[in-house]
Nanobody, 122 residues
């Protein structure tokens, strides 16, 4: 069982950076693939990035490729999303999730955090 808590959201101007963190409880954290998703008003939740259980494989959505970087530190039970060159369209609630394998499908993730708001001003 994994419990997830996101932090690091806030308001940032377009072009700026922001780093999101997700702290996990549970001794089995290292056995899960982790993903970041986001949901903007009026839109469905969409995939952002994912990382395998050991950090050896990552996958980024085309919309954030070359701007966002996902990373994890299993010793600290944490996963991160470094966001650079933010755009107003990145504004959304960002969620971290834990699942059994690296996937872009939100239904495949068993555990979810509460979300953290990211607002990018123009």
């Amino acid at each position: 069982q994994v419990q997830l808590v996101e932090s690091g959201g806030g308001v940032v101007q377009a072009g700026g950076p922001l780093r999101l963190s997700c702290a996990a409880s549970g001794r089995t954290f290292g056995g899960y693939a982790m993903g970041w998703f986001r949901q903007a008003p009026g839109k469905e939740r969409e995939f952002v990035a994912a990382i395998s259980w050991n950090g050896g494989n990552t996958y980024d959505a085309d919309s954030v490729k070359d701007r966002f970087t996902i990373a994890r530190d299993n010793a600290k039970n944490s996963v991160y999303l470094q966001m650079n060159s933010l755009k107003p369209e990145d504004t959304a609630v960002y969620y971290c999730a834990a699942g059994g394998t690296l996937t872009t499908q939100n239904d495949a993730y068993r555990y979810w955090g509460q979300g953290t708001q990211v607002t990018v001003s123009s």
